[in-house]
T-cell receptor, first 114, second 110 residues
Framework: KAGVTQTPRYLIKTRGQQVTLSCSPI?????VSWYQQTPGQGLQFLFE???????NKGNFPGRFSGRQFSNSRSEMNVSTLELGDSALYLC?????????????FGPGTRLTVT | SQQGEEDPQALSIQEGENATMNCSYK?????LQWYRQNSGRGLVHLIL?????REKHSGRLRVTLDTSKKSSSLLITASRAADTASYFC??????????FGTGTRLQVFP
């Protein structure tokens, strides 16, 4: 099976712009979770989608949003970018939601905001 | 914060030695998982241990879970240079979401 893929791998944006990140899960996985990883805050949970529905959301402002399509692919959008949004964004797919099964991670998208 | 705490934050050992990392969490869990991350890449799942299990093995890895102390440990035996990575525990609460700990950076010297 192909692993989790994320595009783009690297991105440089300017403050105030918006960005969309994409994640394709492992075939058959219906859960996609997104995480933000920074040196200062570590791995922080953004949100999880299961069968096109947002199941859980972390403590992030409304500028962070996402969606999941019928083929389980997911996108994450960040509007009005701030310098503090610079991070590695990881998506993970799983058979079920809520951490009941192991998660399979993509390589991540490295976002730099200048 | 809901994050678990990992101890130590960093660990340096020689090849062939054993490495032990500890994780503490805050509330009752459904399961606890361990992941490895190499140099800012994606995480790789190592082991999942359920709340009704006390010990689990996978190759050179041994994970224990003590629900009375709300803690888990990961033991890597006969470490290799290739084991150099960051190791994270992640707790699943009430099938809500997976919360990751702060991580342990392991350096294995040849």
């Amino acid at each position: 099976k192909a692993g989790v893929t994320q595009t783009p791998r690297y991105l440089i944006k300017t403050r105030g712009q918006q960005v969309t990140l994409s994640c394709s899960p492992i075939s058959g996985h219906r859960s996609v979770s997104w995480y933000q990883q920074t040196p200062g805050q570590g791995l922080q949970f953004l949100f999880e989608y299961f069968s096109e529905t947002q199941r859980n959301k972390g403590n992030f402002p409304g500028r962070f949003s996402g969606r999941q399509f019928s083929n389980s692919r997911s996108e994450m959008n960040v509007s009005t970018l701030e310098l503090g949004d610079s991070a590695l964004y990881l998506c993970a797919s799983s058979l079920s939601s809520g951490g009941a099964h192991e998660q399979y991670f993509g390589p991540g998208t490295r976002l730099t905001v200048t | 914060s809901q994050q678990g705490e990992e101890d130590p934050q960093a660990l340096s050992i020689q090849e062939g030695e054993n490495a032990t990392m500890n994780c503490s969490y805050k509330t009752s869990i459904n399961n606890l998982q361990w992941y490895r991350q190499n140099s800012g890449r994606g995480l790789v799942h190592l082991i999942l241990i359920r709340s009704n299990e006390r010990e689990k093995h996978s190759g050179r890895l041994r994970v224990t879970l003590d629900t009375s102390k709300k803690s888990s440990s990961l033991l890597i035996t006969a470490s290799r240079a290739a084991d150099t990575a960051s190791y994270f525990c992640a707790s699943s609460y009430n099938t809500d979401k997976l919360i990751f700990g702060t991580g342990t950076r392991l350096q294995v010297f040849p």
